[in-house]
């Protein structure tokens, strides 16, 4: 991933996702994807202050506590069969959920630790508009100003067939989560003569 481009990529990335631990109530049809994003980033503050220079053993809880109140509003199921590309087509049902388990912990550890490092940025919808009822995909997008720059980023957010908004993709400053860890687990499968078994138990280490 390009960590060195983007020193707060990993902060920015889990900004919004996030906020969805203090703001589990906010969900289900009736809230657009443009006020659920708003309701959910101004809940950032109060988290960071929250966990902000936390010793390891409240880390610990973090983590555990954004994992509980996070998964029901980020589509991993989907997310994670992206990321496998081709080879969800050959990998077994088991390998499937395997994956699927795995890739949530990487995202949220990584990127949740990444939260830790924010610094008062200041972050605010740019395409805001009315969203009509049969609509199933929409992008947010969102700008992060921080020490005199301007970061875009970028949710690719889909209807669930509950009716609720859910996150299935994240473009950060032109860094297209998704498909960077689409090419991370192709590359990984090509170094292993495609055993997928490999690929998983080695996913959480080479993504940390």
């Known amino acids: 991933m390009k960590r060195n481009r983007l020193p707060t990529v990993a902060a920015i990335t889990v900004i919004m996702l996030s906020s969805f631990s203090s703001l589990g109530e906010i969900r289900g049809p009736s809230i657009d994807p443009f006020d659920l994003i708003d309701k ?52 077994t049902e088991k390998q499937l959920a395997e994956f699927t388990n795995v890739f949530q ?17 200041k972050i605010i919808i740019i395409n805001r508009r009315k969203i009509s ?34 996150i299935s993709n994240v473009v950060i400053d032109g860094i297209n989560l998704g498909k960077t860890l689409r090419n991370q687990f192709g590359l990984a499968a090509q170094k292993n003569g495609g055993n997928l078994d490999t690929v998983i138990e080695n996913w959480l280490a080479n993504t940390e």
Do not use: C
């Open 133 to 166: 009822r049969d609509e199933q995909r929409v992008s947010v997008k969102q700008e992060i100003h921080s020490l005199g720059k301007v970061y875009p980023l970028s949710y690719t957010m889909r209807k669930s067939e509950a009716g609720a908004w859910v």
């Open 40 to 91: 959910l980033t101004v809940s950032l503050v109060q988290i960071i202050s929250t966990y902000k220079n936390t010793d390891p053993l409240e880390e610990e809880v973090f983590i555990k506590t954004i994992t509980a109140q996070m998964s029901p509003h980020i589509d991993f199921w989907r997310m994670s069969r992206a990321v496998m590309g081709k080879y969800r087509k050959v990998a």
């Open 105 to 121: 912990k990487s995202m949220l550890e990584t990127y949740g630790r990444g939260l830790l490092s924010f610094n008062d940025e």
